[in-house]
């Protein structure tokens, strides 16, 4: 017979344990806890910044609104309401825009880190010998 002070059955675990937030847990933290500095969660301490502030309420940047105008265009000239990453780089690249510093964003050993010149090609066209092919 079990004593008063312990239970009489072992509680299984589930997949879906709930985390008690007010512990002080996040389970959306990662595994590794490394930054990667591109969480955009407040907390304490952590408040957005004025590029990301105004663009929330509605008050765009010319930069912003460019990109945004350019992804428009690339959307409806290609009959695509929602484009690919690899879309989404080309339009990039097009506007020209180009990985000249090194990366403010830590990835780990996921990619590796590179820059090019300011006045690199966008490698984003056709080469004319395969649209003779076409």
Do not use: C
């Not at 007010?22 to 907390?43: Q, V």
């Not at 428009?72 to 990985?99: C, H, M």
């Amino acid at each position: 017979m079990s004593s008063p002070q312990e239970p009489s059955h072992t509680p299984t675990q589930s997949a879906y344990d709930v985390v008690d937030r007010r512990l002080g847990l996040d389970r959306r933290d990662s595994a590794d806890g490394r930054n990667t500095a591109l969480e955009r969660r407040r907390g304490p301490g952590r408040r957005r910044s004025d590029f990301v502030r105004s663009a929330e309420e509605g008050e765009m940047t010319n930069e912003q609104y460019l990109f945004l105008q350019a992804i428009n265009a690339f959307k409806t000239a290609n009959g695509k309401p929602f484009p690919s990453w690899t879309d989404v780089l080309e339009v990039i690249r097009r506007l020209g825009y180009r990985k000249t510093q090194s990366s403010q964003v830590d990835l780990g050993d996921r990619a590796v880190d590179w820059a090019e010149r300011p006045d690199a090609a966008a490698n984003v066209d056709v080469p004319s010998n395969l649209e003779d092919a076409a």
